[in-house]
C-alpha cells in the first residue's frame, strides 16, 4: 500500500444482535472482534462501508 491514501480502522462496538448486513461489512472490512485494526485502501467503496458502520467502527489515523 506504499504511495497509496490509506485509513486505520479500529472497530469499537460488538456486532451482536445487529442486522447480518452490519456483521457482512465488518467481515469485508476484515474486522470480526473487537478491538481488531485493519489498514485499509482509502477509496469512495471503503469509505462508504465505514460510513454504514460508523456506530461500530471509528477511524483512528489517516495516512498519505
Known amino acids: 500500500m506504499a504511495g497509496k ?8 462496538a460488538s456486532a451482536n444482535r445487529r ?8 467481515i469485508g472490512l476484515g474486522l470480526a472482534k473487537m478491538h481488531r485494526r485493519r489498514e485499509l485502501e ?5 469509505r462508504g462501508m465505514v460510513n454504514r458502520i460508523a ?10
Request: glycine share 4%.
Open 55 to 64: 456506530h461500530l467502527v471509528r477511524i483512528v489515523d489517516e495516512k498519505k
Open 19 to 26: 442486522p447480518g448486513i452490519q456483521r457482512q461489512t465488518l
Open 5 to 12: 491514501k490509506t485509513i486505520v480502522v479500529e472497530q469499537i
Open 42 to 46: 482509502d477509496t469512495p467503496a471503503v
